[in-house]
Nanobody
Framework: QVQLVESGGGLVQAGGSLTLSCEVS????????MGWFRQAPGSEREFIAA????????DYLDSVKGRFTISRDDAKNTVYLQMNSLKPEDTANYYC?????????????????WGQGTQVTVSS
């Protein structure tokens, strides 16, 4: 059984930073791509960032480019999302996702496994 467990969310003031972690069990993330998504109340789940199997190719939502960084540690079977210069509009539940492919995608329907999410709240 594949499980993804996110951690690191919380309440932070605007301009602050948080690092989210996603630990995977039941499957190795080696040779697989990973993604982060977020969902605010009343909104669709949106793509935030993705990283390919090698860690050399990444992609980001335009509004988080230069502020968020996705990374991976295959030895720990964990993916991270470093978030800097946080804004109130970044407030959402953040989810990580596992894809049975080496290549990245922005399409949430192409990810096979999901975590339960971790809440990020940015106060103004």
């Amino acid at each position: 059984q594949v499980q993804l467990v996110e951690s690191g969310g919380g309440l932070v003031q605007a301009g602050g930073s948080l690092t989210l972690s996603c630990e995977v069990s039941g499957r190795t993330i080696y040779s697989n791509s990973m993604g982060w998504f977020r969902q605010a109340p009343g909104s669709e789940r949106e793509f935030i960032a993705a990283i390919d199997w090698s860690g050399h190719t990444t992609d980001y939502l335009d509004s988080v480019k230069g502020r968020f960084t996705i990374s991976r540690d295959d030895a720990k079977n964990t993916v991270y999302l470093q978030m800097n210069s946080l804004k109130p509009e970044d407030t959402a539940n953040y989810y990580c996702a596992f894809r049975n492919s080496r290549e990245i995608t922005l399409n949430k329907r192409e990810y096979q496994y999901w975590g339960q999410g971790t809440q990020v709240t940015v106060s103004s």
